[in-house]
């Protein structure tokens, strides 16, 4: 016994470092279902006001481009309301007001990595919740993770889970969106069967299938298309249309409907397990 | 280790803490190189320290620097073995007749070739698991390897600036 004591004590750093990293893989693999895990995130009140901190002083020096952008996305507002003679549009324009919720500042965002996330200065007392879609100004962000009361975090498109439904607007074409990681400006999409006819170009958008995004917000533009003789589908890859690299203000989307549509799907997944 | 020791290395860690999470995190050269100059903490602890709390201060200045990059576990499980490997790497690494100003180590005392082969292979290993771990298998080899090896140039590069410009030159 006294043996054992001692070997144990004479290798107690190797020990430790074993278990050490246990614990840190344990972590690892586990983070995304365990529910603590959301203490050691960005949306942590610490952690994000310091973030916070850092973006009011690097903000400063991007207001000349974000001014830019703002006056952009108001002259595109203003070419919808020149539009808007005919009531049908007018219609679709209430819906997306109405979903159009909660507006957030983006205080820390990464790009480089595999998984990438956001952090937005607006938390569950603002009425944000787990799973709402995140959109920008120009296209699709990403899906709130965690929030604490004052922040959320966001898991962004460029993450190695993100697959959105989406569909090929000229054709209405089923697909999917993926992001690979070899580049924040593009992602790759699947899935679009090789009989429909796609050109660099045309645009992709969300289906709505999925109840995070509503339908037909803007995913990104094809731009490149390739198609092997035996592939059943096509390989084509779409330039989004988030400016990662400057994003800034988003807005976080409630879609009513969705906790009755998650229901129904968990009731049909369960009839098949 | 005298008390003004662990008070000065704390300091040292909380600064260098703050500097990785609100300014080097915004470092990214040409979309590939990061920067993770806190990885310096580690360098610096004196040689004489116990191992347990070498260990310990590995992993919990991993988790807290996890927490800024949302990425729980991957910094701490890097963290933790850079900080084992150097009790080795420092033992082999020890001039012959000892160092010469006791266990601290910093680059004005050592000098620059001793200290560059003492951190950059560390410092290697560190990014090298921290980008494995992060994408999850070998799927993007090349990428990630450029990643690591760009990466791990400008860490070294910001920790010999650092080691510049804040110590003094030994009399």
Aim: hydrophobic letters at 45%.
């Amino acid at each position: 016994m006294q043996r054992l004591l001692q070997i144990l004590y004479k290798y107690r750093t190797f020990i430790l470092l074993i278990l050490l990293e246990g614990i840190c893989f344990w972590i690892i693999v586990n983070s995304n279902n365990y529910h603590g895990a959301k203490y050691f995130t960005s949306s942590n009140r610490l952690v994000a006001t310091i973030a916070s901190a850092s973006n009011q002083v690097s903000d400063y020096f991007r207001l000349a481009e974000q001014n830019k952008y703002l006056a952009l996305e108001n002259a595109k507002l203003r070419q919808r309301i020149l539009s808007l003679s005919d009531s049908a549009s007018t219609a679709s324009l209430l819906l997306d007001s109405a979903r159009l919720g909660i507006k957030a500042k983006v205080i820390d965002n990464s790009l480089f990595f595999r998984n990438n996330y956001l952090t937005l200065n607006r938390g569950h007392a603002d009425g944000v919740h787990s799973g709402m879609g995140v959109v920008g100004p120009d296209g699709i962000v990403g899906q709130v993770l965690h929030t604490s009361t004052n922040y959320s975090t966001v898991i962004s498109l460029l993450h190695s889970k993100t697959m959105i439904s989406a569909h090929h607007n000229p054709t209405r074409t089923l697909c999917s969106v993926v992001w690979k990681g070899e580049d924040p400006l593009y992602a790759e999409l699947l899935f679009l069967p090789r009989h429909i006819p796609i050109t660099p170009g045309d645009s992709i958008s969300t289906s709505g299938f999925n109840s995070i995004y509503p339908e037909n917000q803007l995913i990104g533009i094809v731009s490149e298309v390739h198609l092997e003789d035996e592939a059943t589908f096509y390989q084509a890859k779409i330039k989004l249309a988030t400016g990662f690299y400057n994003l800034t203000h988003v807005y976080l989307l409630d879609l009513s409907g969705k906790e009755e549509i998650d229901s129904l799907n968990q009731e049909i997944n369960k009839l098949y397990e | 280790m005298n008390r003004f020791n662990v008070f000065g290395g704390l300091i040292r860690a909380i600064l260098l803490i703050l500097a990785q999470v609100i300014l080097f995190k915004n470092l990214v050269l040409y979309d590939s190189a990061f920067c993770f100059g806190y990885i310096l903490i580690f360098l610096m602890i004196p040689m004489d320290t116990n191992r347990i709390v070498q260990l310990l201060t590995g992993f919990i200045v991993g988790i807290i620097i996890d927490s800024f990059y949302n990425t729980l576990g991957i910094h701490a499980a890097a963290c933790v073995l850079l900080v084992y490997l150097r009790i080795y790497w420092s033992k082999i690494m020890t001039p012959s007749g000892g160092y010469d100003s006791g266990p601290k180590i910093n680059v004005r005392t050592q000098g620059i070739v001793w200290f560059l082969t003492y951190s950059y292979p560390l410092i290697f290993v560190h990014i090298l698991l921290l980008f494995f771990i992060e994408a999850a298998g070998f799927g993007l080899f090349w990428q990630t390897l450029s990643k690591v090896f760009y990466s791990s140039i400008f860490t070294m590069t910001v920790v010999l600036i650092i080691q510049y410009l804040f110590y003094k030159k030994m009399k």
